[in-house]
Nanobody, 132 residues
Framework: VQLQASGGGSVQAGNSLRLSCAASGSGFRRFGFNTFDISWYRQAPGKRREQVAIHSSGTYTQYEDSVKGRFTITRDNGKKSAYLQMNSLKPEDTGVYYC??????????WGQGTHLTVSSDWGQGTQVTVSS
């Protein structure tokens, strides 16, 4: 099973972005993609990796408290893909986002991660010097 996460980038706070996770490989011969639970994790600089959203093989979804109401996880079993729609992004959402697929046998497969940087509304500033 191979997972390819994509869609990361640099955005300003308040904007939206959608991450995609495309699954492939012969590992789905035993269990179909539709039987896997799919999760999105993120790892902020200097912090531990944390789960932000999970979509079961059925219709159950769950979100980490800080993203509830802003992030939505979906999946398209026909395309062997999962998505994470992220709205109202905040600087604290910055990190590397990983998708993870768990088989019915509880084997976990990880993608390589995609980077997200959310900058604050403030620009970096510019120096003004007034001389007499």
């Amino acid at each position: 099973v191979q997972l390819q996460a994509s869609g990361g980038g640099s955005v300003q706070a308040g904007n939206s972005l959608r991450l995609s996770c495309a699954a492939s490989g012969s590992g789905f011969r035993r269990f179909g993609f539709n039987t896997f639970d799919i999760s999105w994790y993120r790892q902020a600089p200097g912090k531990r990796r944390e789960q932000v959203a999970i979509h079961s093989s059925g219709t159950y979804t769950q979100y980490e408290d800080s993203v509830k109401g802003r992030f939505t996880i979906t999946r398209d079993n026909g395309k062997k893909s999962a998505y994470l729609q992220m709205n109202s992004l905040k600087p604290e959402d910055t990190g590397v986002y990983y998708c993870m697929a768990r088989s019915p046998a509880h084997d976990d497969y990880w993608g390589q991660g995609t980077h997200l940087t959310v900058s604050s509304d403030w620009g970096q500033g510019t120096q003004v010097t007034v001389s007499s």
